[in-house]
């Protein structure tokens, strides 16, 4: 008997969507998403709004004053978790020439790894979702003014309180820092579900912050489906659940707006005559489906959003290319999700995120493991910016649009526009990597660049 994935034989899907041997023999590839819509089609199907995002806008600043006053890296930008948009032309020379072709246009990379308290794009979703459940509890208790500045977070009644209630989250390695240090600060019980490709690094230091790490021999999604059934029908036990959490998403699609602050003040400009391409790696999808959520309100049609995933676990590619979202996962062609990438190494993309963002995606792209060190020693000689494995895989985006012809000129970006338009890379995570680990992977990629 023929085993069937989503109701269709193996055969059926390898006839209707060609690209699938690329993906099933784990070679990079890049896919263009024919369902795409304009933006205005499109943003009313999402059932999220700009006044949601706006909401957790004001959330956040909110309790800027709390974050500054407890954790000193944010203090200097007022409590505000932000980080820097940097032009990277040194690097844009390098991929230029390791690619032997043109590269038009300007690069930035959106250095998300320099993100004060947890060092990845996951300190803005996942320590966004914390301050919203906080703030609910306390609100409903009758523990805080809502008239007085948030400060009153940090009260030894608030901590003795909020020790009371548990948060757990499933995750590769960063949401558990995000939500573990952020949890931890406000005085919760913290659990972490981390699935075996965590770094060891990364669940030393939840102990050492009185973090619960739970550790599982399994993937990403069966530490989730383990976190979540752990919490289950416990009224005292919040679970942050990545496939699904609307906060989370709200969360990440702050950064947006505040992305379009950034290149106004660079005097950047984007529109139709200047179209900005960015490049985000991709996990269960939450982070950048949130991040391309708010482009895509801020922006419209000039915004072009790349999800970059390892050729290893191409979870959205396939969600998205197969219609079939998180009824189908990687596993089921036989591809193994390993790679070095830990962040990324999610087989079943997330529904939630794949349904409301279809229409909004460009396209993905998949990067191999060598590809990812190859790129992120580059970054480190070119601009002396280190980042880890995951935050890499967006490098190669620019070099994949500007080999896709059909796709340009399906979207009129022609070359006069190609040669105005803005490409960055949200670099994802890694300050926080130790210096030791930092440097192997540094090493590994100069190694297999010929250079050491
Ligand atoms: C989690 C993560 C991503 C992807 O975010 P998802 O929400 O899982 O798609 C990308 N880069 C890094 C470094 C991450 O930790």
Known sequence: ?????????LHAWQRDLPLLRTLQDMKETSWFNPALQPAAQALP???????DIDDAADRLRRFAPYLAQVFATTRASGGIIESPLVAVPAMQGLLAQAQGLDLPGQLWVKRDSALPISGSIKARGGIYEVLQHAEALALAAGLIDPNEDYRQFAAPRLRTFFGRHKIAVGSTGNLGLSIGIMGAQLGFEVSVHMSSDARPWKKERLRRHGVRVVEHASDYSAAVARGRAETAGDPMSHFVDDEKSPSLFLGYAVAARRLAGQLQALDVRVDAEHPLFVYLPCGVGGGPGGVAFGLKTVFGDAVHCWFAEPTHAPCMLLGLA?????????????IDNRTAADGLAVGRASGFVGRRMQHLIDGCFTVDDD?????????????????????AAGLPGPARV????????GLGLSDPRMARATHIVWATGGSMVPAEEMARYIDRGAALRGGG
């Open 1 to 9: 008997m023929t085993r069937l994935i989503a109701g269709k034989s």
């Open 45 to 51: 199907a999402v059932g999220l709004t700009v006044a």
């Open 322 to 334: 197969t219609g079939r979202h998180d009824d189908v996962s990687v596993q089921d062609f036989g």
């Open 371 to 391: 590809t990812l060190f190859r790129s992120l020693s580059m970054l480190h000689d070119s601009e002396a910016i280190d980042v880890e494995p995951s935050a």
């Open 402 to 409: 500007l080999a896709d012809a059909a796709y340009r000129q």
